[in-house]
């Protein structure tokens, strides 16, 4: 079974905390995603990475970060928490050919509470 | 720009009734579609995708799809759902030349008993 694990599920921090949200993928997919997603407003794109070493921002990149040192692993970072960053991570990854498959594989998401 | 709309926010049959969710994309080439399925505290679930082809689209757990070019929709049917179904529903668009999905902002199911 393919698989797409996030180190955290629930998180609470305060603000101004750095924070690291870890992403690790056993597929061996290129391409690595962040996305937040909240009520009302679905699925946004935060930074991807379509190899090592490489990442874009994707539409909401303001206040993160991110990280990907090897295949695998896909790190978001928040290098100082605000109460608005509080919502629902995503991570996702996909194989390179995404004429042929296209199609995310979703961890299970982590949820960011920043007080 | 690419973008994604689905104009219900909720929606809510009895169990065994038929549903229909409506999807409708705005894009100037031929878009890559997937509709996905988030149950309550997890991930999303691929349901089905379209690439090319039969524009009726088959996919797990007895829902379907059907890519209308000329209105620009990708709609999600079932011809009965189950209280198991129950859960919140995206559509999404993508592109051969790009490497993002974009997402709409998810309709969610609700089944009466």
């Known amino acids: 079974d393919v698989k797409v694990t996030q180190s955290s599920r629930y998180l609470v921090k305060r603000t101004g905390e750095k924070v690291f949200l870890e992403c690790v993928q056993d597929?061996?997919?290129?391409?690595m995603f962040w996305y937040r997603q909240d009520p009302g407003l679905g699925l946004r794109l935060i930074y991807f990475?379509?190899?090592?070493?490489?990442?874009e921002k994707g539409d909401i990149p303001e206040g993160y970060s991110v990280s990907r040192e090897k295949k695998e692993r896909f790190s978001l970072i928040l290098e100082s928490a605000s109460t608005n960053q509080t919502s629902m991570y995503l991570c996702?990854?996909?194989?390179?050919?995404?004429?042929?498959?296209?199609?995310?594989?979703f961890g299970e998401g982590s949820r960011l509470t920043v007080l | 720009a690419q973008s994604v709309t689905q104009p219900d926010i909720h929606i809510t049959v009895s169990e065994g009734a038929s549903l229909e969710l409506r999807c409708n994309y705005s894009?100037?080439?031929?878009?890559?579609l997937f509709w996905y399925v988030q149950s309550p505290g997890q991930g999303l679930q691929l349901l089905l995708k379209?690439?090319?082809?039969?524009?009726l689209v088959q996919g797990i757990k007895g829902f379907e799809a059907e890519f209308k070019r000329s209105q620009s929709s990708f709609n999600l049917r079932k011809p009965s759902v189950h209280w198991s179904d129950a859960a919140e529903y995206f559509c999404?668009?993508?592109?051969?030349?790009?490497?993002?999905?974009?997402f709409g902002s998810g309709t969610r199911l609700l089944v009466r008993p």
């Open positions: 996702a990854s996909r194989t390179f050919d995404r004429g042929k498959s296209g199609e995310l594989f």
């Open positions: 597929m061996d997919h290129e391409n």
């Open positions: 990475s379509y190899d090592v070493k490489m990442k």
């Open positions: 894009y100037g080439a031929t878009p890559y």
């Open positions: 379209y690439f090319s082809g039969d524009t």
């Open positions: 999404a668009v993508g592109t051969y030349s790009s490497y993002k999905l974009i």
